[in-house]
């Protein structure tokens, strides 16, 4: 019975950790090619570089279908809203993309800030949570709420077996 109690604590221990590890990955992998390009174009100090950062990460959202849906598991909130997001973004994409080399200065640094603006928040940049988990929020959910429930269960079991 030992054995078996040991074999299921190491189960869903490396069922916890291989979870956590992949969320880490995609967290990392959406930053890298998304989130951090979105940054830049926040910080860009000329239409022209703040177009080529934006249009990345709008290419990266379009590629990964982050184009709508919900990131929460049990109910929606607006702060979770991947359509309102990725449609913000790719409006502030569209205006960049429009200005014409003889437009103003002025013009172009006002389209500068309504971008910082659109794009961050604070220092940093707006996105729903969990978008880095999506499509597969419940799944995570799912797995997290199994293996440490799992092993609560079998931590209890050898409490008590050892009263």
């Excluded at 409006?91 to 640094?109: F, I, P, R, V, W």
């Excluded at 971008?115 to 997290?144: M, Q, V, W």
Aim: charged letters at 20%; a neutral charge.
């Amino acid at each position: 019975m030992k054995t078996i109690m040991i074999s299921f604590a190491v189960l869903f221990t490396l069922m916890f950790v291989s979870t956590c590890s992949v969320e880490v990955v995609k967290s990392i992998q959406i930053d890298r090619n998304c989130v951090g390009y979105l940054k830049r174009a926040a910080d860009a100090n000329t239409v022209e570089l703040a177009k080529s950062q934006v249009n990345i990460a709008v290419k990266y959202m379009e590629d990964n279908d982050l184009t709508k849906g919900f990131t929460s598991v049990i109910y929606n909130t607006p702060d979770e809203d991947i359509g309102f997001w990725y449609g913000n973004i790719k409006a502030a994409a569209d205006e960049l993309n429009t200005l014409k080399q003889d437009t103003t200065q002025l013009e172009k640094s006002n389209v500068l800030m309504k971008l910082r603006e659109t794009l961050l928040d604070g220092d940093r940049i707006t996105c729903p949570s969990g978008i880095h988990k999506y499509p597969n929020n419940k799944l995570f959910a799912l797995l997290y709420i199994i293996s440490s429930a799992l092993l609560a269960t079998l931590g209890i079991i050898g409490f008590i077996k050892t009263i």
